[in-house]
């Protein structure tokens, strides 16, 4: 399974940016999808994922602020990020969990798509 993010760019904080992953293969519908994120000299986290029936888990640092979601006919999961905050600059990667809940292992990621976030 292949995953390609697009959408990320520079913003101003209090700004909004959307980003998109689109999914190649027919089994992305069974599974868990998460957009993660790595600041430099930070470690990967976990921003927000979304199981194959819908329900949604958010970092307590973005909850309310990101929302995820997904089209399974399309074979894309997507993040709306409103109000930006200078520390929501990272690269934020796709990721594929292994199955329908986020409680799995990473399956497959993305190449990752730069957000800068100025203040």
């Known amino acids: 399974v292949q995953l390609v993010e697009s959408g990320g760019g520079l913003v101003q904080a209090g700004g909004s940016l959307r980003l998109s992953c689109a999914a190649s293969g027919s089994i992305f519908s069974d599974n868990a999808m998460g957009w993660y994120r790595q600041a430099p000299g930070k470690q990967r986290e976990r921003v927000a994922a979304i199981t194959s029936g819908g329900s949604t888990n958010y970092a307590a640092s973005v909850k309310g602020r990101f929302t995820i979601s997904r089209d399974k006919a399309k074979n894309t999961v997507s993040l709306q990020m409103n109000s930006l905050k200078p520390e929501d600059t990272a690269v934020y990667y796709c990721?594929?969990?292994?199955?329908?809940?986020?409680?799995?292992?990473?399956?497959?990621w993305g190449q990752g798509t730069q957000v800068t976030v100025s203040s």
């Open positions: 990721a594929r969990y292994k199955t329908s809940t986020w409680y799995s292992s990473i399956g497959s």
